[in-house]
């Protein structure tokens, strides 16, 4: 594997690892428990940025599509903190296994984004999978944050 990608795959594990430091300890309710009805749980932040690694990476970059329901991201609902890691554990693995098949030539190719209707290459795919991952674990950073006061 190129270096770009290894070192990709090492900054997505590492906000992966924010991330699980955000749901650790933590019960279903306080997974699910959000400050306002427009804000995402820590819960939903964990399905919805797994739901969206998948779609950039997967249907995006490496044109496998996933059948992604977006919207039913936002409702999700009963999971504990070991399905939570076991969904960002799979997410690690699906983009190891896929950019083991990329080049950096790759990178530059061009790929549909149908949930966008909008063209992108391989390279802007990935970079923003690991974008929308790092603002999401910012906002689990929050969240966490937000239930240890209230609690």
């Not at 594990?13 to 820590?42: M, R």
């Not at 984004?113 to 999978?129: F, K, Q, S, Y």
Request: hydrophobic letters at 40%; proline letters at 4%; a negative charge.
């Amino acid at each position: 594997m190129h270096p770009f990608f290894t070192d990709y795959l090492e900054r997505l594990a590492t906000l992966h690892l924010e991330i699980e430091k955000a749901i650790d300890g933590l019960s279903v309710d306080a997974l699910q428990w959000t400050p306002d009805p427009d804000v995402n749980s820590l819960m939903v932040l964990v399905v919805h940025l797994t739901g969206a690694e998948r779609y950039w990476i997967g249907d995006v970059a490496l044109e496998q599509p996933s059948n992604r329901n977006r919207p039913s991201e936002f409702e999700a609902a009963g999971f504990n903190e070991e399905d939570l890691r076991a969904r960002l554990q799979a997410s690690r693995d699906f983009a190891r296994e896929g950019l083991e098949r990329l080049t950096l030539a790759d990178l530059e190719q061009t790929r549909h984004a149908p949930l966008t209707n909008r063209e992108v290459t391989v390279g802007w795919a990935l970079l923003h999978a690991l974008e929308h991952t790092a603002i999401h674990a910012g906002h689990a950073q929050i969240m966490r944050q937000l239930w240890q006061q209230q609690a």
